[in-house]
Structure formats: structure tokens, C-alpha cells
């Protein structure tokens, strides 16, 4: 009888699709203190944890593309870039330079001795792995801006590293 009881402990007796809900709400009552220990030690974890971390800020700037400088670039396109809108392309384009090591390699130069300064472990970062995991460069759809985003625990490294950004772009465009 005891067997039998237990077998049918999910399922209503007549039809094998239907779930008891009385029996799940009586598991549940019955477990009620390992349910609240549980959730009561997670959400203590969890609070501690966000308290530890440090706080990673986020700086972040617009470049907005000259339009007489995609005109130029459009009119140097070959004939299989032609059925392209120019705009998207030359956008890319200047997503991909200010990407590369080219514009950058003087400021990761820089922000690389400011993390030996004090002692970080993205000292020893590649370019790409630098670029790839701090800063963020993408065009807005629709229009001839690029975003870029630098993120880092220290805010006045962030201002420094941007206005050093924008200054090598300056100088590149200066070109």
C-alpha cells in the first residue's frame, strides 16, 4: 500500500499526464527549511561578492566621419565594392584602422606601463587580447559615427588613455 502510495506521488491515479499539485506543494512545505538556507546563504554570497569586486568604470567618445572624406573613398573603390552603399564601407573601414595597431600601438604602449605601475596582470596582454577585452569600437547604424569605449577600475586612466586615443586619431587623420 505504502509502495503503491509512493509511486503515484506526482501523478493523479487515473491519468499518467496530470501532475498532483498537492503533492508538490507537501514536498515543498516539508523541504521549506532547506529552501530557505539555501536562498538565505546564495543571496549572502552573492552580496558579499558584489561588495569585494571592484567597480569597472566605462568612458566613451564619438567620432563623427566627414562626409567629403567617404565621397573620396567611394570614388576609389573598385567595381565589386561598387554594390556597397560607400557610406556602411568607408565606416567599416575607419572602424578597422582606428582598430589597428597602426593608431593604437602608442596608447597601448602607454596604458601597458601605467598597468606595470600598479602592478596589473594585463601588463603582460597582447595588443589583440588588450583591444579585444578593453576597448570597444563600433559604427552606429544608420549614421557616420563611431562609438568607442574604454573600460577600466581606475577613472583617470580612463580619461588619460581616451584623450590619447583621440589624439593619435587626430594625428592619423592629420595624414
Known sequence: MIENRDKNLYFDQGDHTEIDLRSILHTFIRGKSTIFVTTF????????YSLIQPSIYRG???VVIDSKEEENMTSRQTSLQNFLPGSINSLKNEELILKSPFVLKPVYEYVVSEYALRDDIKQYWS???WSSNVLDIKTKLGTDILEL???DRDPVLILSTLEKIISEYQDYSKL
Open 149 to 151: 569605449s574604454f573600460k
Open 60 to 62: 566613451k567618445f564619438q
Open 127 to 129: 595588443f589583440t587580447k
Open 41 to 48: 546563504l546564495g543571496t549572502l554570497f552573492g552580496i558579499i
